[in-house]
């Protein structure tokens, strides 16, 4: 690795207080911190020393240097999610063809790009990640939003037959019907109208509840659930890459769009089955096509949802 001298250092990062690093590089390989040891930064090649404690340790800058002004304090929760993956995917360096260097959460052999955010993002600096990094997944840390964010109904893959006449109410805050699964019919609305209409024209019609359907749903589940998220963090809800969220839970939810009405769905997985999948996925198409189908309703029965 090429090490930049102070002043080069500082016209690539912003300065950044606090920051420490779980891996360095010792003897050309990247190495957790021990005791006494010494090594030198992923980023920009600078000395690093060891700091161990009893309950944490990190590697820090020998000498104060300027680094990432992407990264964020490093929570507990980003270093049990770093830890799921092999040492020498954590904590990479990435840099562009313009010579802007980043380091990346966890870069897997696959050339998968994972970033575990807990703080809330502008919507520019955002944007500016997802271009960065073109092979991006978000996992978000939800606790801090958890009282925000309800999960409601389930709603049928939406390729299963079933599926292909509803049209789903969106759920709203205060209209706790929608919490249970209200839907109107497309083709009772297109015999009204007299013509074809897509998902996203039908405003009217009759308004039906799950009732006598609710186990032919559950059979045609697959993971999809809608959701009402008061007062959203950043652009989240619009952002190029996939977002996952952990609430702290067994699993994670994938933020989407169901179907082409534009109605918002969050997708459940497990996170055993995603760090499995997140290991061998080429890029965040593949990964996905390796989470789903989830199994049947039955195996989330248990799960607590709103």
């Known amino acids: 690795m090429i090490a930049l001298d102070s002043n080069a250092c500082r016209r690539l990062h912003a300065p950044t207080r606090g920051w420490m690093a779980t891996t360095a590089i010792v003897d050309g390989q990247p190495a957790a911190p021990t005791p006494h ?3 030198s930064c992923l980023g920009c090649g600078a000395a690093m ?4 404690g009893r309950v944490t340790s990190h590697w820090a800058h020998a000498a104060p240097r300027d680094w990432d002004p992407w990264w964020e304090n490093e929570t507990a929760w980003h270093r049990e999610w770093k830890a799921k993956f092999p040492e020498d995917w954590r904590e990479i360096r990435h840099e562009a063809q313009g010579g802007e260097i980043h380091r990346a959460d966890v870069r897997t052999g696959p050339g998968l790009i994972l970033e575990f955010q ?3 993002l502008r919507d520019d600096e955002l944007a500016a990640r997802e271009a960065f990094y073109d ?6 840390d939800g606790r801090p939003f958890a009282a925000n964010f309800e999960i409601h109904h389930i709603l049928p893959d939406p390729d299963a037959p079933i599926a292909q006449d509803m049209v789903w109410v969106p759920a709203k805050v205060g209209l706790y019907g929608t919490h249970g699964g209200l839907y109107h019919l497309r083709s009772e609305f297109e015999a009204q109208v007299g013509r074809a209409a897509a998902r996203s024209e039908v405003r009217y019609g009759t308004i039906r509840g799950l009732g006598r359907i609710k186990r032919d749903i559950e059979a045609a589940y697959r993971g999809h659930h809608q959701f009402v998220w008061k007062q959203p963090r ?3 809800l619009t952002a190029g890459a996939p977002v996952f969220i952990d609430f702290g839970e067994a699993g994670l939810w994938r933020l989407g769009v169901y179907d082409d009405s534009g109605l918002r769905c969050c997708r459940f997985t497990s996170q055993g089955r995603f760090v499995d999948a997140a290991r061998v996925a080429r890029d965040a198409a593949e990964l996905e096509r390796l ?3 989830v199994r049947p309703f039955e195996d989330f029965a248990g799960y607590p949802i709103n």
């Open 234 to 236: 950043g652009g989240w």
């Open 49 to 52: 020393v060891a700091k161990t």
């Open 291 to 293: 989470l789903w189908p």
């Open 135 to 140: 092979n991006l997944v978000w996992v978000l």
């Open 37 to 39: 040891a010494r090594g």
């Open 118 to 120: 807990h703080s809330s």
